[in-house]
Every structure is written in C-alpha cells, then in structure tokens.
Nanobody
C-alpha cells in the first residue's frame, strides 16, 4: 500500500520561498508518476506539477512555470516541490499524489481521479 507524507508547509511573505517534501513508501515507484496538487478555499483542487519517477520528466501548470520546480530523490523515495517568488494566490493546501502508470498510455494527467494515492496535505499561506 502506497503511503505519502507531506511536510514543509508554513507561512511566508510574498516573494519568499518554501520547499515541500513528500516521503513515499510502500512499493517501488519506478513506474509511477508523482504530482503536487493544491486546493485553495472555495476552489477546486488543481494540478501544480507532475514528474515521472523513472526519468524525471516534469510538467507544470502555467500559473507556476518559472517559479516552482518539482524533483525526486530516488535514494530517499522523496518528491520535492521548490516554490520561489511565492504570491498570495499560491495560498492553499498542497497535496502529494501518486499514479501507477503501468498499462497507461501516457504518464501525465492533470485529472485527480487518475491518481491512486494521496497524502494528507500541508498548508501553505503566503501573506501580502
């Protein structure tokens, strides 16, 4: 069973940086895609960034391109989201998600229902 545990959220001023971590356990993730989603109050959950574990290919939402970087550490089974130049609009609960891509035509999807496992979420608050 896949388990995901996020950490690293907090309160930061606009223009600041945070790094979120997602510790993954329960199986080998070599065929998985990992993603960070976020959900702001009153809004639907949206994909922020995704990464293919096997080769590090990544994709980003337009709203975070150039500011956020997703990466993974194979040795520690951890996925990171480095967030720079944070804006108040980035305030949300951030969730880590995992998707088994075996039998899938493509590794990337922005659809949350396509992800098999979720973390509990970590709050990020950006003050103006």
């Amino acid at each position: 069973q896949v388990q995901l545990v996020e950490s690293g959220g907090g309160l930061v001023q606009a223009g600041g940086s945070l790094r979120l971590s997602c510790a993954a356990s329960g199986r080998s993730f070599s065929r998985y895609a990992m993603a960070w989603f976020r959900q702001a109050p009153g809004k639907e959950r949206e994909l922020v960034a995704a990464i293919r574990w096997s080769d590090g290919s990544a994709s980003y939402a337009d709203s975070v391109k150039g500011r956020f970087t997703i990466s993974r550490d194979n040795a520690n089974n951890t996925v990171y989201l480095q967030m720079n130049s944070l804006e108040p609009e980035d305030t949300a609960v951030y969730y880590c998600a995992a998707r088994d891509t075996f039998y899938r035509r493509t590794w990337y999807t922005a659809a949350e229902y396509d992800y098999n496992a979720w973390g509990q979420g970590t709050q990020v608050t950006v003050s103006s």
